[in-house]
């Protein structure tokens, strides 16, 4: 199972083919987000348009995948639809774990399909089939019909797409598993221009653990380390959710698309309360022990006499914030109708919540009308909002079609500019500070776990954009090898580079051990190396006006400051790329 290169299955949907190659590279980029970075520099094409059939789908998982705990994610890369760049998002579930057990280090998928299909994929079997009748299907109804169609529950992992993918949504997601997601930048479209409407992974093989007698030791002590120590439990308690009460009392968590950043109501959707009144179970992917996953309920009447069903939806802190405080919706169990409602679609929780949140605001102000939005948008009205997240994941309109290409497509073309809450994508929910922005604004991902940004505004209020590049830089590089192992990222305090090491030389990857720091300088070069071929500029990125107007625990932002900071950061990553850096690592820019 240990081996210096990369075993990868390359998918044709065009002809229903597929093989196996080696792809070199294990010592250099580890696997995950290194390996999804470098698969789309030999496979991609980078002058071409995001839904050309020839650009791949990537599913890359990590050296240390399926041997120690939280070690359970996979990297989807792609080209998105969003901005017609090189993107990568993260998903946990079981994915990571089927496609180690079907002996993969990643999945290639090309082509498109000539009807809609279902590939499922194993350790000795590649098959397409035809599911046309379930063109317009939701994410949940889809996933349960899959499930029948192909047995192995436990080994088995299910990627599916709901009606927004299907249309094609810059805001489309891939569902994992029914709880996990590859939320950001619109995964779930490059499946519906596939006329890719699952993926069936099945983990029918197995291998065999390394024998050396340092293994079970290292194993154990990370796992105590998990379990038994502080260090996670907070992930298992409350959850992220937890943080909904900290950020409105340091005056950094969004209210009604970031017109406030605190507020008194913040009761009825603490993590305090969810866990009372709405907690159903924990759920954990597989390989991890933590269980952070909180599963709460919502209950529909759908007959008169007292007659309810329930469904399970899943939430931490990001879908509260985007489906509660960003539209102003205070009942934990109307959040979590909304959840269900996009859910269903398919959508990117806190893509379509912000979105919404901007589109509320401009039909306030009287931008756009009920000729636009079909029903009337009012911060707090939740029942409306799972009609207009329904309408979103169906392209309804021409509103809600440029709605899914982003709140700045659609602010361009009905006004609003200055309020969009967009980061380089809809904004995640922390409105912590000058840091936050650009780090969100300008990152890789544009995601707020691509580096600690909002921690810095937690615990500096000195101005430093020195520092503050300094430190986005260099934390960047640890995250980068991070998930190219791939890891959690909720592990990160358990998975120093000390911690790292030792787990790598107990399984025998004692090269990639030794080269911590020098490996993820190569991966994060790459990975800018493909954003940058795709056509990134990180000069061109605005913030728009909104965020001049946030008051934070430090006071109002500061725009003089935020520019100077934006434009630091923007010719730090540039020189990430400049020819003098690559060549460092062997690696040159397309031209």
């Not at 792609?78 to 017609?84: E, R, T």
């Not at 306030?364 to 000729?371: D, F, P, V």
């Not at 929910?429 to 780090?439: C, D």
């Not at 960047?476 to 592990?491: I, N, P």
Request: aromatic share 10%; proline share 3%.
């Amino acid at each position: 199972m240990i081996r210096d290169y990369f075993r990868v299955l390359l998918v044709d949907l065009s002809t229903g083919k597929g093989n196996v190659v080696k792809v070199d590279g294990r010592n250099e980029f580890g696997g995950g987000s290194g390996l999804g970075a470098l698969l789309f520099d030999q496979y991609g094409f980078a002058d071409r348009p995001w839904d050309d059939p020839d650009q791949p789908l990537i599913f890359s998982i990590g050296a240390l995948t399926g041997l120690f705990p939280l070690m359970s994610k996979t990297v989807c890369s792609f080209k998105s639809p969003y901005h017609d760049q090189f993107a990568e998002s993260h998903a946990g579930g079981r994915s990571a774990l089927a496609i180690r057990f079907a002996d993969y280090d990643a999945v290639v998928i090309r082509g498109r399909a000539k009807r809609l299909t279902c590939l499922s994929i194993g350790m000795k079997h590649l098959e397409l089939k035809d599911v046309q009748f379930l063109a317009g299907k939701d994410v949940f109804e889809t996933g349960k019909i899959l499930r029948r169609m192909f047995p192995g529950s436990g080994h088995r992992s299910i990627l599916r797409i709901g009606p927004a993918g299907e249309n094609l949504s810059a805001m489309a997601c891939i569902n994992a598993d029914t709880y996990r997601h590859f939320g950001r930048l619109g995964s779930g479209a490059v499946m519906g221009a596939k006329n890719l409407k699952g993926i069936v992974i099945q983990g029918d093989g197995s291998f065999a653990l390394s024998d050396n007698p340092d293994y079970p030791k290292v194993y154990k002590q990370v796992y105590d380390k998990m379990t038994a120590t502080d260090m996670m439990s907070k992930y298992h308690n409350l959850g992220t959710a937890a943080n909904l009460g900290a950020l409105n009392e340091l005056k950094s968590l969004p209210w009604r698309n970031l017109q406030a950043t605190r507020d008194e109501a913040i009761t009825g959707i603490t993590g305090e309360k969810f866990a009372d009144d709405t907690l159903l179970r924990n759920a954990a992917c597989a390989g991890c022990p933590v269980g952070c996953i909180h599963v709460g309920f919502v209950r529909e009447k759908f007959m008169v006499q007292n007659q309810y069903l329930y469904r399970q939806v899943a939430y931490d802190y990001e879908p509260i914030f985007a489906t509660g405080s960003m539209l102003g919706v205070t009942d934990a169990f109307q959040v979590l109708g909304i959840m269900d409602e996009v859910e269903k679609a398919g959508l990117d929780v806190m893509s379509g919540g912000v979105a919404l949140g901007w589109a509320t605001e401009a039909f306030e102000k009287g931008l756009i009308t009920e000729a636009e939005t079909i029903v009337p948008l009012a911060f707090g009205n939740a029942e409306n909002y799972k009609k207009a997240v329904f309408y979103l994941g169906e392209a309804e309109n021409e509103f809600y079609r440029a709605l899914g290409k982003g709140s700045l497509v659609a602010a361009a073309r009905y006004g609003g500019e200055d309020f969009a809450c967009v980061l380089g994508q809809e904004m995640a929910g922390y409105a912590t500070g000058e840091t936050f922005y650009v780090a969100e604004g300008l990152g890789f991902r544009h995601s707020h776990l691509d580096s600690g940004g909002y921690s810095w505004d937690q615990k500096h209020d000195k101005k430093d954009v020195h520092g503050v590049c300094d430190f986005l830089i260099k934390d960047e590089s640890g995250r980068a090898f991070l998930t190219s192992m791939v890891s959690c990222l909720f592990g990160r305090g358990v998975y120093s580079d000390e911690q790292l090491g030792e787990c790598l030389r107990s399984v025998s990857y004692t090269e990639i051990a030794d080269n911590i720091d020098s490996i993820g300088e190569r991966i994060r070069a790459m990975r800018w190396k493909v954003r940058f071929d795709t056509g990134y500029d990180p000069e061109s990125v605005a913030i728009p006006k909104r965020y001049h107007e946030v008051t934070t625990w430090k006071g109002q932002t500061d725009p003089v400051y935020l520019e100077e900071l934006k434009a630091e950061y923007a010719r730090r990553i540039r020189g990430l790329v400049a020819d003098e850096h690559l060549q460092k690592f062997g690696l040159k820019k397309n031209e």
